[in-house]
């Protein structure tokens, strides 16, 4: 093995993981240290058993917690693109939609989650999928239609100029033209889609998935389970992230370069 | 004379409107080429001479007069025509074949991907670029990808090619290259070809005529023709007799802009 390749999986593998035990083990310390109890703070000894004692239901609202942010993401990506073909296509839609989404994006999601837990109670999943939907779907519209708008004159007119139909320039051009800047926006929305399902789930009463294991942690002061519990959040939000990397590199992986 | 032109450009007028109303671009203007010819046009920057090619294509209508291909009134886009740009724009999702491809699978669907397969690596080899087709557009060079811009202007035996300048962007000897692609590529296929241009020399070197235009809105102001046969050099740019043609060309373009020449 030669000495650059050493160094490559020294930086790129040793380096992190002693920086992740040195956190483990600070933490650990602290927590010893200060003699903190289970009701006060938890520490990473804590979050192993934390997690098996309640295994059952870490899968089971774990699994609440995934489809619905999938769910609301793939709302977001319907009703995303189609604005944003309508803004992107036609400049009076685009000029009389935009101040209202942006003004809409601008209210912070945090307030509508109780107005939306209000006005439809009891339904968990309708209003969870509600606000991760909501929450997302605006990246996702100011992307394709900045992509659609900003299509070079000449991509149309080389098939407009053979007679080509406005769907088939479409098809053909502007849509896989504008997928990168859609993925761009979806791992954002991604991101955003989860953290409006948390939001739901944390703030409704009886509610399920991951948020709601959260909240009964909380209420009981047990410190090992809220810990436990966004651990596995940041596991799942992990996979979904790479999930829309993967699907990127499927389908606009053209657009990268070496 | 309109029954013989390939393309035949009868007393048009054309305006866009403006935030200051209607801006002239073309005036009562008249062109007429015939079939296998091929004309270059020059003029001031802004004189509408990307208009032309629009309105040849069929992309805009004209306010007055009447555009003939091959006799036919010109009322819509049409498959017989073939475009390329200075900007070269490629699908960057599709390998350099596919990207020739693309006007035949709107202009000839139900061909068989064999067959526009078979036609689109003709055109590679004529441009010298055979090795390229699998390659994707963000692996070529300018001067390359301008070539496959050309491919794909000519894949679905257009009768009329109009090119915007194709090689503007281009450094100086990829531009000379080309040129003399473009006259391979002449040789080989039949078109019609009017060419937009900002250089004279390749106004020259490319064309049997060239017409100037005059600054806004714009009228044939001059058209000169090209004293050479079909088998050109670049060394033929450089006799007395080009520079004379082109120095007469040359100041038809200052006359063109409204300057006289005492000021420059």
């Known amino acids: 093995m030669n000495r650059d390749r050493y160094n490559d999986i020294l930086r790129r593998v040793l380096a992190p993981t ?180 948390n939001l739901m789930e944390i703030v409704e009463p009886h509610g399920r998935g991951l948020g709601h294991l959260f909240d009964s942690g909380k209420i009981s002061a047990d410190y090992p389970l809220m810990f436990a519990v966004l651990i596995a959040l940041a596991i799942l939000g992990i996979f979904l992230y790479y999930v829309v990397i993967i699907l990127e590199r499927i389908f606009a992986g053209w657009a990268e370069r070496e | 004379m309109k029954d013989k032109a390939q393309i035949y450009i009868d007393d048009v007028s054309h305006s866009y409107e403006t935030e200051n109303g209607r801006l002239p671009v073309l005036k009562d203007f008249s062109l007429s080429v015939e079939k296998g010819g091929f004309a270059a046009v020059v003029g001031p920057s802004g004189c509408g001479k990307s208009t032309l090619t629009r309105l040849i294509a069929g992309l805009i209508r004209p306010d007055k007069g009447e555009i003939y291909l091959a006799g036919e009134k010109v009322t819509s886009p049409r498959p017989t025509v073939g475009m390329a740009f200075q900007n070269p724009v490629m699908l960057e999702w599709r390998s350099v074949l596919k990207n020739v491809t693309l006007p035949l699978e709107i202009v000839k669907p139900r061909q068989s991907w064999q067959k526009q397969r078979e036609r689109a690596r003709e055109l590679l080899r004529m441009v010298s670029l055979q090795d390229f087709e699998d390659k994707r557009p963000s692996e070529l060079s300018g001067g390359m990808r301008q070539r496959v811009s050309l491919c794909r202007s000519l894949v679905h035996y257009p009768e009329v090619l109009v090119l915007d300048e194709p090689f503007g962007a281009l450094d100086a000897f990829t531009r000379e290259e080309l040129w003399l692609v473009m006259h391979a590529l002449r040789k080989e296929v039949s078109f019609t070809c009017l060419l937009i241009t900002h250089d004279l020399r390749e106004s020259v070197f490319l064309s049997d005529e060239v017409i100037v235009l005059s600054d806004r809105p714009a009228e044939t102001q001059h058209i000169a023709k090209v004293p050479f046969g079909e088998d050109r050099k670049l060394a033929d740019l450089y006799t007395s007799e080009s520079t004379q043609l082109l120095a007469g060309l040359r100041s038809q373009i200052e006359i063109a802009q409204g300057k006289s020449k005492e000021l420059l």
Do not use: C, Q
């Open chain 1, 18 to 197: 002693v920086a992740m035990i040195v956190l483990l083990v600070l933490w650990e310390w602290l927590v010893w240290f200060k003699d903190w109890p289970n009701y006060k703070m938890a520490s990473p000894s804590d979050l192993w058993p934390a997690f098996w004692k309640f295994r059952g239901l870490f899968f089971e609202l774990g699994w609440d917690t995934l489809w619905r942010t999938v769910a609301g993401l793939a709302i977001s990506i319907v009703v995303g693109t189609l604005l944003g073909m309508v803004m992107g296509f036609s400049r009076i839609a685009r000029e009389g939609l935009y101040p209202i989404l942006v003004g809409f994006n601008a209210i912070p999601k945090a307030t509508v989650v109780p107005v939306v837990a209000l006005m439809l109670i009891g339904l968990h999943d309708l209003n969870t999928v509600l606000i991760a939907f909501l929450i997302s779907f605006f990246p996702i519209a100011v992307s394709v239609s900045i992509g659609l708008s900003t299509l070079e004159p000449e991509y149309r007119d080389i098939l407009r100029s053979l007679g080509a139909s406005k769907f088939t320039i479409f098809i053909k051009i502007a849509l896989p033209k504008t997928l990168p800047e859609f993925f761009g926006a979806l791992k954002v929305a991604v991101t955003l889609a989860f953290i409006g399902t």
